[in-house]
């Protein structure tokens, strides 16, 4: 990954959500051929890539025909339910995947990943423990005790997660956890629940052939497990950031590989505690869209094509605000998005649409961002402008 980096590549994109579309489309500005695969005709990737494959990624076969017959010089894994074991045949057959296979393995797993973190790197975490039936939740649940968290060991975008605050709960959230987590195994985690002041994503850039960097931290809120808003920078004290990125530095150092890693935080008074990693831009990374000058995915692009980084700069105070759906559409409604001229009046934001061709209560359809004088100010635009949009469902 050293010298003259000659371009176009083809990229195979394994997962074609929103985040693909973005990374995609920055792709494509430097002249790449990108193939979006997932599961479902028409997502969001797909609309901008050269070409779309729809198949189950957990399908070792149906990957082995896409690669085959697209032959790309990198794999980029957008989401979790991917059959892994595949990628490390593709890599030894001198496919560059992103991070690399190993790193890929370890991360759509919280088990490896929290184990890798805890027991091999010694990383201060929640404490945490693995169920594999109800039986399993309720006595795991007991020893961690209430309140706690329950998430599945595969799943993305908070997809899953439950707080149980009462052992008269753990039936629920092992039903919820089970039903939304991907792959093909049904493992749950629960976590001791911390008593943090807030939550961050700490976007951290591994290269081939430089220096680790890091994005100015990112704040966010969920609901219901999902990322609802974010905004830029997070009020960090600056001893709490240099633990966080020595924490980071450390995780992806073991990991390897080179792009772009979402690595989250729980923040307490004296410590930051390493909660998940992602090896990919990062829904709550959104933000970067109008906060930095090189935006998460232009970011991942550049650190895995091995191009220069000269530096990660900060427009100044941002924020972004999920635009979700409230209800499920029918095969027979097509979706149309309105107040945008009212949306996009207020000055210095701007709107995404996903162009996801269903919806369903709280799905994530578009975001609005924003800048301000303050991360105050921009969080209360973005929320406005994410208000102001429409999403009506229409008889075809």
């Known amino acids: 990954?050293?010298?003259?980096?000659?371009?176009?590549?083809?990229?195979?994109?394994?997962?074609?959500?929103?985040?693909?579309?973005?990374?995609?489309?920055?792709?494509?500005?430097?002249?790449?051929?990108?193939?979006?695969?997932?599961?479902?005709?028409?997502?969001?990737?797909?609309?901008?890539?050269?070409?779309?494959?729809?198949?189950?990624?957990?399908?070792g076969d149906a990957l082995e025909a896409v690669i085959h017959q697209h032959q790309p010089d990198y794999i980029v894994p957008e989401i979790e339910a991917i059959r892994t074991e595949k990628l490390a045949e593709f890599e030894a057959r001198g496919i560059t995947v992103i991070p690399t296979a190993a790193a890929t393995h370890y991360t759509m797993n919280r088990d490896r990943i929290r184990d890798l973190a805890s027991q091999d790197l010694g990383i201060r975490t929640a404490r945490y423990a693995y169920a594999e039936s109800l039986g399993e939740l309720e006595a795991a649940s007991a020893a961690i005790g209430f309140p706690n968290m329950v998430k599945p060991v595969m799943s993305s975008s908070g997809k899953g997660q439950s707080v149980v605050k009462t052992a008269e709960e753990v039936a629920a959230a092992w039903r919820?956890?089970?039903?939304?987590?991907?792959?093909?195994?049904?493992?749950?985690?629960?976590?001791?629940?911390?008593?943090?002041?807030?939550?961050?994503?700490?976007?951290?850039?591994?290269?081939?052939?430089?220096?680790?960097l890091f994005c100015a931290p990112i704040g966010h809120r969920q609901e219901r497990g999902d990322y609802q808003e974010s905004w830029q920078p997070a009020p960090l004290r600056e001893d709490l950031l240099e633990q966080a990125q020595a924490i980071a530095q450390k995780v992806t150092d073991a990991l390897g590989g080179a792009g772009i890693f979402?690595?989250?935080?729980?923040?307490?008074?004296?410590?930051?505690?390493?909660?998940?990693?992602?090896?990919?831009?990062?829904?709550?990374?959104?933000?970067?869209?109008?906060?930095?000058?090189?935006?998460?995915?232009?970011?991942?692009?550049?650190?895995?094509?091995?191009?220069?980084?000269?530096?990660?700069?900060?427009?100044?105070?941002?924020?972004?605000?999920?635009?979700?759906?409230?209800?499920?559409?029918?095969?027979?409604?097509?979706?149309?998005?309105?107040?945008?001229?009212?949306?996009?009046?207020?000055?210095?934001?701007?709107?995404?649409?996903?162009?996801?061709?269903?919806?369903?209560?709280?799905?994530?359809?578009g975001v609005a961002l924003a800048r301000g004088e303050t991360v105050e100010e921009a969080r209360a635009k973005a929320q406005r402008v994410a208000q102001q949009v429409r999403i009506d469902l229409n008889p075809l």
């Open 176 to 212: 919820y956890a089970t039903d939304q987590g991907r792959g093909d195994t049904a493992r749950v985690i629960v976590e001791e629940w911390i008593e943090f002041q807030f939550e961050i994503t700490l976007l951290t850039v591994r290269q081939w052939h430089g220096p680790t």
């Open 262 to 365: 979402g690595v989250e935080f729980f923040i307490t008074e004296k410590e930051a505690i390493f909660s998940e990693l992602s090896p990919r831009p990062h829904d709550t990374g959104m933000v970067t869209l109008i906060s930095q000058p090189l935006d998460e995915f232009e970011l991942h692009l550049r650190a895995l094509l091995g191009l220069p980084i000269p530096s990660i700069e900060l427009h100044g105070p941002a924020a972004s605000a999920a635009i979700l759906a409230d209800r499920q559409s029918a095969a027979t409604e097509t979706i149309r998005y309105g107040g945008l001229t009212a949306a996009l009046a207020e000055p210095q934001t701007a709107v995404r649409l996903f162009g996801k061709p269903s919806t369903r209560p709280f799905r994530r359809m």
């Open 1 to 59: 990954m050293s010298g003259s980096v000659t371009l176009p590549k083809t990229i195979v994109l394994l997962g074609a959500g929103e985040l693909g579309k973005e990374f995609a489309i920055a792709a494509q500005r430097l002249g790449n051929h990108v193939i979006a695969v997932d599961r479902y005709a028409d997502a969001p990737a797909m609309q901008v890539a050269d070409r779309a494959e729809v198949i189950s990624m957990l399908d």
